[in-house]
């Protein structure tokens, strides 16, 4: 089975700072496009950055120049660096991944999400 583990999230002050970590673990033969997801409360799920295998990187216009992506391919596991954290941040983010299994399957594949909340 495929799954993917987010970790990272909490509580920070606004114009803080957290790192957030996808882990993919299972039985992998590769993992395409990875993505940060975000729902706050009320709203609805939005693309917050997304990574391609080559690591071509979007954000959304919110987040551009304060969250980071990045991926370690060795390790099958992306980050988020979110700076400068804001308010508006508050909400619970996703991991997104396509992944191709070793039986040739390749299905989308969702974190369990981990809160994130800035708040003083």
């Known amino acids: 089975q495929v799954q993917l583990v987010e970790s990272g999230g909490g509580l920070v002050q606004p114009g803080g700072s957290l790192r957030l970590s996808c882990a993919a673990s299972?039985?992998?033969?590769?993992?395409?496009?990875m993505g940060w997801y975000r729902q706050g409360p009320g709203e609805q799920r939005e693309l917050v950055a997304s990574?391609?295998?080559?690591?071509?990187?979007n954000y959304a216009d919110s987040v551009k120049g304060r969250f980071t992506i990045s991926r370690d391919n060795a390790k099958n596991t992306a980050y988020l660096q979110m700076n400068s954290l804001k308010p508006a941040d508050t909400a619970v983010y996703y991991c997104n991944a396509y992944i191709t299994n070793v039986n040739g399957m390749r299905g989308r594949y969702w974190g369990q999400g981990t809160q994130v909340t800035v708040s003083s």
């Open positions: 299972g039985t992998i033969l590769s993992i395409d496009a």
């Open positions: 990574i391609t295998s080559g690591g071509s990187t």
